[in-house]
Structure formats: structure tokens, C-alpha cells
């Protein structure tokens, strides 16, 4: 009972001294709210850079083209083998024909120059449409295929693709730094601000360690100030973050300048995002304020 009688009366006085101290917590949740927001920016940033590396990653495909004498039998053997490797996402057979009535659906010039020829005279290979899971993985697969009987040559944009593959995890790499950085940048600024503001109640300190408040006593009600300026500073970051990033989603439908730039769908994503800026406003609210009240404690 004492334990909660304590805790809430740190509940009360700490609401009580946000409101008291008004224009220094409001300083502090400005601070909070102006970093809150450059954090939000940043996380959606890099997750939809993210996402687009991911789409085109998955999107990159193993073309192998078969020996034009091969059998079904030499077809069933060659899926049977390219399946058994590891990293295999997709294995996708199309024959001959299936090719040309593609071909021929695509283009009336095609459907021209095609139509009359069949499963002996079309001179187009059947193939496997290969999809890996890991594309770092994708020469090496490549490389098996291509060693494979009945399989005349195995094209994935080589060259092209160890590129985009360096590029993204760079790309990759950039963005998660990036937002760690301002991460540990909103945590300096904010905890600083609440030191300024803790400390400019110094006396107040003093005081009530001088009259036998003990250091729990005199900690908690800081420490719950902090979560409050937190949670207040990190309001206007989420619903800036949660509704313009679905006035943005919607006013794009979805994509930025091309099909191919999909955005990540709104939900859960901007759940997440809320998520981790009341996290931030909490934690660093919380850790500011302890940080700056421990070293007040001796008189």
C-alpha cells in the first residue's frame, strides 16, 4: 500500500509540475516533438528504400534456356534438379508454344510472323523461370543450372545484377545508419533539454533532500515528469507520421514516379512507426530526466 500511496502521489506531483513549470516543458517537449519528427521522416525513408530494394530483388529472375532436342523426360529431370538446390524460391516452366502464344498475345506483328508454326519448326527454346530467395546467391545457382544436361544457356542480367546488389545493401546500410544516427542525436538533444530544465529546479532539489525525502522519493516524480513530456511531444510526430503518410500513400496511389517504386502499405506500417516514436518520446523523457536529477541528489 505505501508503494502505490508513494506512486501515485509521484503521479500527481509530477502532472502537476509540467503544468507548473510550463514554459520550461514546453521547451522540452518542442525539442522533443521538432527531433520526433526528423525520426519519423527518417524511418520512413529507409523502410520504403527497404522495401523497394526487396521488391526488386524478388523480381530478379534465372532464365535458363533448354536444348531445343530436349524431352519431357529431360524436362522432368532438369525440374527435378533445379529444385534440390538451395535458395530455390520459384521454379517456373514454359515450353515452346507456351512462349509463342505469349509472344503472339503481345504483338500483332508476332502473331504475324508466328502463327503458323508449331512444336518441330518454332525455332524458340523452352525454358525455367528460376526465382532465388537470397540474390547474393544468384550466380551460384546460376552456375549450377548452367552445368546441368539439357540446359544450352542460363541469362540473369550478370553484371548488372552483382551491381544492384552492392548498390542496395550500400543503400541499405545508408538508411539504417542514417536513422540510428538521429536516433542517438534526439536522445542527446532531448536529455540535454531536460537536464536544462531539472536544473533550473536545483533548489527545489535541495530542499526536499534536506527535509528527509529520500532518493527514490525524490527521483520518481522526475522520472514520471519525463514520461509525460514524452509521451506529450511524441502526440504531434504520430499523427503527422500515421495520417500524412496515408494522405501520401493514397495521393500517389501507392507508388512514387513509376510502378516499379511501390510504397510500403499503410497498415500495420504506420502502426509501427507510432509505435516506435512514443518508445523514443518515453525512453529518452524518462532517461533525461533521471539522468539530470541524480546528479542534484547531494547537497
Not at 502537476?16 to 516543458?25: T, W
Not at 534456356?65 to 538446390?85: E, W, Y
Given at each position: 500500500?505505501?508503494?502505490?500511496?508513494?506512486?501515485?502521489?509521484?503521479?500527481?506531483?509530477?502532472?502537476?509540475s509540467?503544468?507548473?513549470?510550463?514554459?520550461?516543458?514546453?521547451?522540452?517537449?518542442?525539442?522533443?516533438?521538432?527531433?520526433?519528427?526528423v525520426?519519423?521522416?527518417?524511418?520512413?525513408?529507409?523502410?520504403?528504400?527497404?522495401?523497394f530494394?526487396?521488391?526488386?530483388?524478388?523480381?530478379?529472375?534465372?532464365?535458363?534456356?533448354?536444348?531445343?532436342?530436349?524431352?519431357?523426360?529431360?524436362?522432368?529431370?532438369?525440374?527435378?534438379?533445379?529444385?534440390?538446390?538451395?535458395?530455390?524460391?520459384?521454379?517456373?516452366?514454359?515450353?515452346?508454344?507456351?512462349?509463342?502464344?505469349?509472344?503472339?498475345?503481345?504483338?500483332?506483328?508476332?502473331?504475324?510472323?508466328?502463327?503458323?508454326?508449331?512444336?518441330?519448326?518454332?525455332?524458340i527454346?523452352?525454358?525455367?523461370?528460376?526465382?532465388?530467395?537470397?540474390?547474393?546467391?544468384?550466380?551460384?545457382?546460376?552456375?549450377?543450372?548452367?552445368?546441368?544436361?539439357?540446359?544450352?544457356?542460363?541469362?540473369?542480367?550478370?553484371?548488372?545484377?552483382?551491381?544492384l546488389?552492392?548498390?542496395?545493401?550500400?543503400?541499405?546500410?545508408?538508411?539504417?545508419?542514417?536513422?540510428?544516427?538521429?536516433?542517438i542525436?534526439?536522445?542527446?538533444?532531448?536529455?540535454?533539454?531536460?537536464?536544462?530544465?531539472?536544473?533550473?529546479?536545483?533548489?527545489?532539489?535541495?530542499?526536499?533532500?534536506?527535509?528527509?525525502?529520500?532518493?527514490?522519493?525524490?527521483?520518481?516524480?522526475?522520472?514520471?515528469?519525463?514520461?509525460?513530456?514524452?509521451?506529450?511531444?511524441?502526440?504531434?510526430p504520430?499523427?503527422?507520421?500515421?495520417?500524412g503518410?496515408?494522405?501520401?500513400?493514397?495521393?500517389?496511389?501507392?507508388q512514387l514516379?513509376?510502378?516499379?517504386?511501390?510504397?510500403?502499405?499503410?497498415?500495420?506500417?504506420?502502426?509501427?512507426?507510432a509505435?516506435?516514436?512514443?518508445?523514443?518520446?518515453?525512453?529518452?523523457?524518462?532517461?533525461?530526466?533521471?539522468?539530470?536529477?541524480?546528479?542534484?541528489?547531494?547537497?
Amino acid at each position: 500500500m505505501k508503494a502505490i500511496r508513494i506512486f501515485s502521489r509521484s503521479v500527481r506531483d509530477s502532472v502537476k509540475s509540467v503544468f507548473r513549470n510550463f514554459s520550461l516543458s514546453l521547451a522540452s517537449i518542442s525539442c522533443i516533438t521538432i527531433t520526433l519528427i526528423v525520426v519519423a521522416l527518417a524511418i520512413v525513408l529507409s523502410q520504403n528504400v527497404n522495401n523497394f530494394t526487396k521488391l526488386v530483388e524478388g523480381d530478379v529472375t534465372i532464365v535458363a534456356f533448354l536444348d531445343r532436342d530436349v524431352t519431357d523426360d529431360d524436362v522432368s529431370r532438369i525440374n527435378s534438379s533445379i529444385n534440390a538446390l538451395p535458395y530455390i524460391d520459384s521454379v517456373v516452366y514454359k515450353s515452346k508454344m507456351d512462349i509463342s502464344n505469349e509472344m503472339m498475345a503481345s504483338s500483332e506483328v508476332f502473331e504475324s510472323v508466328m502463327r503458323d508454326w508449331d512444336e518441330s519448326s518454332t525455332p524458340i527454346q523452352a525454358t525455367f523461370q528460376v526465382k532465388v530467395k537470397d540474390i547474393n546467391e544468384i550466380k551460384y545457382i546460376a552456375d549450377e543450372i548452367a552445368s546441368m544436361d539439357g540446359v544450352d544457356i542460363v541469362k540473369y542480367g550478370e553484371g548488372m545484377v552483382e551491381q544492384l546488389v552492392s548498390l542496395f545493401d550500400i543503400v541499405r546500410k545508408i538508411s539504417i545508419g542514417m536513422v540510428i544516427a538521429l536516433i542517438i542525436v534526439t536522445a542527446f538533444l532531448i536529455t540535454n533539454t531536460i537536464k536544462i530544465t531539472i536544473f533550473s529546479r536545483k533548489r527545489e532539489i535541495e530542499i526536499m533532500r534536506l527535509v528527509g525525502a529520500s532518493n527514490i522519493n525524490i527521483k520518481i516524480p522526475f522520472i514520471l515528469e519525463g514520461l509525460f513530456l514524452g509521451i506529450i511531444g511524441s502526440i504531434i510526430p504520430i499523427l503527422l507520421s500515421v495520417f500524412g503518410y496515408v494522405k501520401l500513400y493514397d495521393r500517389f496511389d501507392g507508388q512514387l514516379f513509376s510502378p516499379f517504386i511501390k510504397l510500403i502499405t499503410p497498415e500495420p506500417f504506420v502502426y509501427f512507426i507510432a509505435l516506435v516514436l512514443l518508445v523514443i518520446g518515453i525512453l529518452v523523457g524518462m532517461f533525461g530526466s533521471y539522468r539530470a536529477v541524480r546528479k542534484h541528489l547531494k547537497v
